[in-house]
């Protein structure tokens, strides 16, 4: 037998991390490694926060799991929290990302149907997006590496070029049923929608009567200095998928709607047998406890600033490799001349910084949110000094 007992459907490298202490991630033999990715946009308050651990560790011990059959005060919180903070009227918690967007795709399709329109069903969504792995969300991708050899997909999906405005008009019909995007694409390469784009959306979305989901996963939750990215474009959708940040590295995840878009999802229509369980929402409302403070999401501003200055004054001191910086908050992205995925794995196998790469050449910056200006100096000496010593492969 030579298959891994762990499916090998992971590239895993070679960190193997067994501890981690706020923006710092310690391996097996000790090694300390500054975690510029935080597992992907979800370790917002970083690791072994203090507020999160003791609310994981009270509740565990005092109700862990009861069934969805049973009235939740504690996702009544919760729920009321985000409802206050958001467009939304009310949330469906489940514990992944890609949950969130398969109950966005059954909210949007069932509220046309509830209204009567039941062939108003297509979903279209953008080039290089990621909204998960499930059918569904492989269905709203156009990207081969996802797709290939899972078919067929679900019917009902049209992937279009992203911040192409006429094309997203171009392929609006009457079976058109809602426009999924990620304001600022985080796996496609930091790679924000225009102004002009979200805003065409959201009133292409009105005039012909389609809903507009937003897949803020890994730009919501403060990662962008407001609590969802947007904010920032002075809009709201109808239906919002988020997940990531939201359990602070609890696996927790939440579709949020208005209470026009929710209208089709009635008594009996979804369900999950862990979603928005009692552990789980008391890591939600401790990551909410932190993050939903103004200061925080100044701070985050304020650091996010700060990193995307100094990324920008060190890049003409390694022009051979360095082309640009992008994104928005602590969601940044350096996209190089060359591919960036051997450029991550030498600051990580050589420099003991965790970032993560992206499409289009980008090299992910995502780390905690709570970060100080000692771990962006730090973050800053080991891009130089990775920059320096990095000898760029030869262009194939
Ligand atoms: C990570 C991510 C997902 C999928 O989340 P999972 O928890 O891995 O299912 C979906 N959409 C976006 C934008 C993401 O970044």
Do not use: W
Request: aromatic fraction near 6%; proline fraction near 5%.
């Amino acid at each position: 037998m030579t298959i891994t007992p762990l499916m090998p459907v992971y590239p895993r490298c070679g960190v193997r991390p067994v501890r981690g202490e706020g923006a710092y991630l310690i391996g097996e033999q000790g090694e300390r490694y500054l975690d510029f990715a935080a597992g992907i946009a979800v370790n917002i308050l970083g690791h072994g926060h203090p507020g999160l651990v003791k609310a994981i560790a009270d509740q565990a011990a005092t109700l862990m799991h009861v069934s969805n059959l049973y009235g939740s005060p504690q996702g009544e919180h919760l729920a009321q929290r985000l409802v206050d903070k958001t467009f939304a009227d009310t949330v469906f918690f489940t514990n992944s990302g890609t949950e969130a967007v398969e109950c966005a795709i059954k909210t949007a399709r069932r509220y046309h149907y509830a209204k009567g329109n039941p062939e108003k069903n297509r979903i279209i969504s953008f080039s290089n997006a990621f909204h998960g792995r499930t059918m569904g969300a492989i269905s709203a991708t156009n990207q081969p590496k996802m797709r290939d050899g899972f078919e067929p997909l679900l019917p009902g999906f049209t992937v279009v070029p992203f911040n192409d405005l006429a094309a997203a008009e171009a392929a609006i019909g009457p079976d058109a049923a809602g426009f999924l995007i990620e304001p600022i694409q985080g796996e496609g390469g930091i790679m924000p929608a225009t102004q002009e784009f979200m805003t065409g959306l959201r009133d292409l979305a009105d005039k012909h009567g389609m809903l507009l989901i937003l897949d803020e996963i890994q730009c919501g939750y403060a990662r962008t200095g407001t609590f969802f990215a947007h904010e920032q474009y002075g809009i709201t959708p109808d239906i919002m998928c988020v997940a990531k940040g939201i359990g602070g590295g609890f696996p927790l995840g939440a579709c949020l709607a208005t209470e026009e878009a929710a209208s089709g999802m009635v008594i009996g229509t979804h369900g999950s047998t862990y979603g928005g369980n009692p552990l789980a929402m008391a890591a939600g409302e401790a990551v909410l406890d932190v993050v939903g403070e103004q200061e925080f999401l100044d701070n985050v501003k304020r650091m996010g600033d700060r990193l995307r200055q100094a990324l920008e004054q060190m890049i003409p001191n390694h022009d051979h490799l360095f082309e640009s910086v992008r994104g928005s908050g602590l969601m940044l992205g350096i996209r190089l001349k060359t591919e960036s995925r051997s450029f991550v794995a030498h600051l990580r196998d050589n420099h003991g910084l965790l970032t993560a790469a992206g499409g289009d050449n980008v090299v992910r910056i995502l780390p905690p949110l709570n970060i100080e200006e000692s771990h962006i100096a730090e973050c800053i000496e080991k891009l130089s000094a990775g920059a320096r010593s990095y000898k760029v492969p030869e262009a194939a």
